[in-house]
Protein backbone atom coordinates (compact mmCIF):
# COMPACT_ATOMS: atom_id res chain seq x y z
CA UNK A 1 0.00 0.00 0.00
CA UNK A 2 1.17 3.32 -0.62
CA UNK A 3 1.36 6.25 2.23
CA UNK A 4 2.96 9.52 2.68
CA UNK A 5 4.36 10.69 5.74
CA UNK A 6 4.85 14.89 6.48
CA UNK A 7 6.91 14.94 9.84
CA UNK A 8 6.05 18.19 10.53
CA UNK A 9 2.79 19.46 10.80
CA UNK A 10 3.10 23.57 11.14
CA UNK A 11 6.36 25.58 10.53
CA UNK A 12 6.60 29.39 10.90
CA UNK A 13 9.22 31.17 9.11
CA UNK A 14 10.41 34.44 8.69
CA UNK A 15 10.00 36.12 4.87
CA UNK A 16 13.24 36.00 3.21
CA UNK A 17 14.03 33.14 5.01
CA UNK A 18 14.85 29.34 3.59
CA UNK A 19 12.08 26.62 3.79
CA UNK A 20 11.94 23.21 3.52
CA UNK A 21 9.38 21.20 4.04
CA UNK A 22 9.63 17.26 4.63
CA UNK A 23 8.30 14.07 2.84
CA UNK A 24 8.84 10.44 3.28
CA UNK A 25 6.76 7.87 1.54
CA UNK A 26 6.04 4.18 0.58
CA UNK A 27 5.59 2.73 -2.42
CA UNK A 28 6.76 -0.61 -3.90
CA UNK A 29 7.29 0.49 -7.54
CA UNK A 30 9.37 3.83 -8.56
CA UNK A 31 6.67 6.19 -7.55
CA UNK A 32 4.89 9.09 -8.68
CA UNK A 33 5.32 12.38 -6.27
CA UNK A 34 3.55 15.61 -5.98
CA UNK A 35 3.58 18.80 -4.10
CA UNK A 36 0.24 20.67 -4.28
CA UNK A 37 -0.25 24.06 -1.97
CA UNK A 38 -3.87 24.67 -0.84
CA UNK A 39 -4.98 28.02 0.30
CA UNK A 40 -8.10 28.39 2.58
CA UNK A 41 -11.13 26.79 1.42
CA UNK A 42 -9.95 26.05 -2.25
CA UNK A 43 -8.78 23.00 -4.42
CA UNK A 44 -5.33 22.07 -5.06
CA UNK A 45 -2.84 23.50 -7.07
CA UNK A 46 0.36 21.72 -8.46
CA UNK A 47 3.80 23.24 -7.44
CA UNK A 48 5.77 20.08 -9.14
CA UNK A 49 6.06 16.92 -9.82
CA UNK A 50 8.47 14.00 -10.22
CA UNK A 51 7.63 10.98 -12.57
CA UNK A 52 11.55 9.73 -13.73
CA UNK A 53 14.85 10.92 -14.83
CA UNK A 54 16.67 14.20 -12.51
CA UNK A 55 16.12 13.64 -9.21
CA UNK A 56 16.26 17.75 -8.73
CA UNK A 57 12.99 18.98 -10.05
CA UNK A 58 12.03 22.81 -10.53
CA UNK A 59 8.59 23.89 -9.94
CA UNK A 60 6.45 27.01 -9.67
CA UNK A 61 6.90 29.92 -7.82
CA UNK A 62 10.59 29.27 -7.22
CA UNK A 63 9.43 25.91 -4.94
CA UNK A 64 12.23 22.30 -5.85
CA UNK A 65 12.11 19.24 -4.23
CA UNK A 66 14.34 16.26 -4.19
CA UNK A 67 13.76 12.50 -4.61
CA UNK A 68 16.11 10.62 -2.72
CA UNK A 69 14.35 6.77 -3.25
CA UNK A 70 17.83 5.72 -0.55
CA UNK A 71 15.32 8.07 2.05
CA UNK A 72 11.86 7.68 0.40
CA UNK A 73 12.04 11.23 0.61
CA UNK A 74 10.63 13.94 -1.60
CA UNK A 75 11.61 17.08 0.34
CA UNK A 76 10.15 20.39 -1.03
CA UNK A 77 12.43 23.67 -0.83
CA UNK A 78 12.40 27.28 -1.79
CA UNK A 79 15.49 29.82 -0.89
CA UNK A 80 13.56 32.80 0.08
CA UNK A 81 10.09 32.66 1.66
CA UNK A 82 7.53 35.57 0.08
CA UNK A 83 4.28 36.50 2.91
CA UNK A 84 2.20 34.94 -0.10
CA UNK A 85 3.62 31.43 0.52
CA UNK A 86 1.61 31.04 3.95
CA UNK A 87 -0.49 28.02 2.66
CA UNK A 88 -0.94 24.18 3.63
CA UNK A 89 1.35 22.33 1.38
CA UNK A 90 0.51 18.11 0.41
CA UNK A 91 2.79 15.38 -0.65
CA UNK A 92 1.51 12.77 -2.62
CA UNK A 93 2.59 9.93 -3.97
CA UNK A 94 0.84 8.06 -6.92
CA UNK A 95 0.37 5.07 -9.14
CA UNK A 96 0.64 5.67 -12.91
CA UNK A 97 -3.73 5.25 -12.72
CA UNK A 98 -3.13 8.60 -10.71
CA UNK A 99 -4.89 7.07 -7.32
CA UNK A 100 -3.16 9.39 -4.90
CA UNK A 101 -2.22 9.01 -1.58
CA UNK A 102 -1.35 12.56 0.47
CA UNK A 103 -0.10 13.37 3.69
CA UNK A 104 -1.51 14.68 6.30
CA UNK A 105 -0.36 18.10 5.08
CA UNK A 106 2.11 20.94 6.34
CA UNK A 107 0.65 24.25 7.47
CA UNK A 108 3.50 27.56 6.62
CA UNK A 109 2.68 30.61 8.15
CA UNK A 110 4.91 33.24 7.24
CA UNK A 111 6.15 35.83 9.49
CA UNK A 112 7.16 39.60 8.98
CA UNK B 1 -9.64 26.53 -21.48
CA UNK B 2 -12.02 26.25 -17.83
CA UNK B 3 -10.37 23.53 -15.92
CA UNK B 4 -11.70 21.67 -13.49
CA UNK B 5 -15.20 23.41 -12.54
CA UNK B 6 -17.35 21.43 -9.60
CA UNK B 7 -20.84 22.72 -8.51
CA UNK B 8 -22.11 23.71 -6.39
CA UNK B 9 -19.16 25.58 -4.51
CA UNK B 10 -21.02 25.39 -1.09
CA UNK B 11 -24.68 23.24 0.57
CA UNK B 12 -26.07 22.50 3.83
CA UNK B 13 -27.61 19.34 3.91
CA UNK B 14 -29.92 17.30 6.88
CA UNK B 15 -28.41 13.75 8.02
CA UNK B 16 -29.78 10.83 6.59
CA UNK B 17 -30.67 12.54 3.08
CA UNK B 18 -28.55 12.56 -0.58
CA UNK B 19 -26.36 14.62 -1.77
CA UNK B 20 -25.29 14.99 -5.68
CA UNK B 21 -22.43 16.97 -6.50
CA UNK B 22 -20.99 17.55 -9.88
CA UNK B 23 -17.78 17.89 -12.08
CA UNK B 24 -16.18 18.77 -15.36
CA UNK B 25 -12.82 17.86 -16.31
CA UNK B 26 -10.27 19.84 -17.87
CA UNK B 27 -10.72 19.37 -21.73
CA UNK B 28 -8.32 16.59 -23.08
CA UNK B 29 -9.44 14.45 -20.27
CA UNK B 30 -11.16 11.13 -19.74
CA UNK B 31 -10.70 10.10 -16.14
CA UNK B 32 -12.11 11.83 -12.80
CA UNK B 33 -10.96 10.46 -9.57
CA UNK B 34 -13.16 11.97 -6.52
CA UNK B 35 -11.55 12.84 -2.66
CA UNK B 36 -12.63 13.91 0.40
CA UNK B 37 -10.87 16.34 2.52
CA UNK B 38 -11.94 16.44 6.18
CA UNK B 39 -11.32 19.96 8.20
CA UNK B 40 -7.26 19.74 9.03
CA UNK B 41 -6.17 16.34 6.86
CA UNK B 42 -5.51 15.29 3.43
CA UNK B 43 -7.36 14.35 0.99
CA UNK B 44 -8.49 10.28 0.70
CA UNK B 45 -9.47 8.94 -2.47
CA UNK B 46 -12.90 7.78 -3.07
CA UNK B 47 -13.16 6.43 -6.69
CA UNK B 48 -11.92 7.08 -9.54
CA UNK B 49 -13.94 7.06 -13.27
CA UNK B 50 -12.76 5.86 -16.71
CA UNK B 51 -14.95 5.11 -19.81
CA UNK B 52 -18.29 5.41 -17.39
CA UNK B 53 -16.75 2.86 -14.92
CA UNK B 54 -15.72 2.81 -11.61
CA UNK B 55 -11.63 1.55 -12.17
CA UNK B 56 -10.57 1.59 -8.46
CA UNK B 57 -12.25 2.62 -4.94
CA UNK B 58 -10.63 3.61 -1.72
CA UNK B 59 -11.51 2.69 1.42
CA UNK B 60 -15.18 4.34 1.57
CA UNK B 61 -19.05 2.29 2.36
CA UNK B 62 -21.85 1.98 -0.56
CA UNK B 63 -23.48 5.07 0.98
CA UNK B 64 -20.61 6.94 -2.05
CA UNK B 65 -21.55 6.04 -5.22
CA UNK B 66 -20.66 7.43 -8.66
CA UNK B 67 -20.74 8.01 -12.22
CA UNK B 68 -19.56 9.14 -15.40
CA UNK B 69 -21.10 10.25 -18.76
CA UNK B 70 -20.37 9.82 -22.17
CA UNK B 71 -19.04 13.41 -22.10
CA UNK B 72 -16.48 12.79 -19.40
CA UNK B 73 -18.27 14.62 -16.38
CA UNK B 74 -18.88 13.06 -13.63
CA UNK B 75 -21.44 13.42 -10.60
CA UNK B 76 -20.56 11.94 -6.76
CA UNK B 77 -23.58 10.37 -5.14
CA UNK B 78 -23.55 10.17 -1.27
CA UNK B 79 -26.98 8.67 0.32
CA UNK B 80 -28.08 8.50 4.16
CA UNK B 81 -25.65 11.34 4.97
CA UNK B 82 -23.72 11.54 8.48
CA UNK B 83 -22.18 14.13 10.15
CA UNK B 84 -19.11 12.66 9.48
CA UNK B 85 -19.61 13.13 5.66
CA UNK B 86 -18.86 17.11 6.50
CA UNK B 87 -16.01 17.81 4.60
CA UNK B 88 -14.65 19.41 1.13
CA UNK B 89 -14.92 17.11 -1.94
CA UNK B 90 -12.51 17.33 -4.15
CA UNK B 91 -12.60 15.97 -8.33
CA UNK B 92 -9.12 15.75 -10.43
CA UNK B 93 -9.47 14.99 -13.83
CA UNK B 94 -6.61 13.17 -15.67
CA UNK B 95 -5.83 11.81 -18.86
CA UNK B 96 -5.04 8.04 -18.60
CA UNK B 97 -2.08 6.56 -20.02
CA UNK B 98 -0.08 10.01 -19.77
CA UNK B 99 2.59 10.85 -17.61
CA UNK B 100 1.01 14.02 -16.69
CA UNK B 101 -0.54 15.40 -13.21
CA UNK B 102 -4.34 15.15 -12.08
CA UNK B 103 -5.32 18.53 -11.95
CA UNK B 104 -8.32 19.67 -9.38
CA UNK B 105 -11.31 21.32 -8.75
CA UNK B 106 -12.10 24.17 -6.45
CA UNK B 107 -13.61 21.76 -4.33
CA UNK B 108 -17.71 21.75 -3.36
CA UNK B 109 -18.10 22.02 0.53
CA UNK B 110 -20.36 20.00 2.02
CA UNK B 111 -21.61 20.68 5.58
CA UNK B 112 -23.96 17.92 7.34
CA UNK B 113 -26.33 19.25 10.27
Known amino acids: AQSVTQPDIHITVSEGASLELRCNYS??????LFWYVQSPGQGLQLLLK??????LVQGIKGFEAEFKRSQSSFNLRKPSVHWSDAAEYFC??????????FGAGTTVTVRA | DAGVTQSPTHLIKTRGQQVTLRCSPK?????VSWYQQALGQGPQFIFQ???????QRGNFPDRFSGHQFPNYSSELNVNALLLGDSALYLC????????????FGQGTRLTVV
Open chain 1, 50 to 55: YFSGDT
Open chain 2, 92 to 103: ASSFLGARTEAF
Open chain 2, 49 to 55: YYEEEER
Open chain 2, 27 to 31: SGHDT
Open chain 1, 92 to 101: AVGDHDYKLS
Open chain 1, 27 to 32: YGATPY
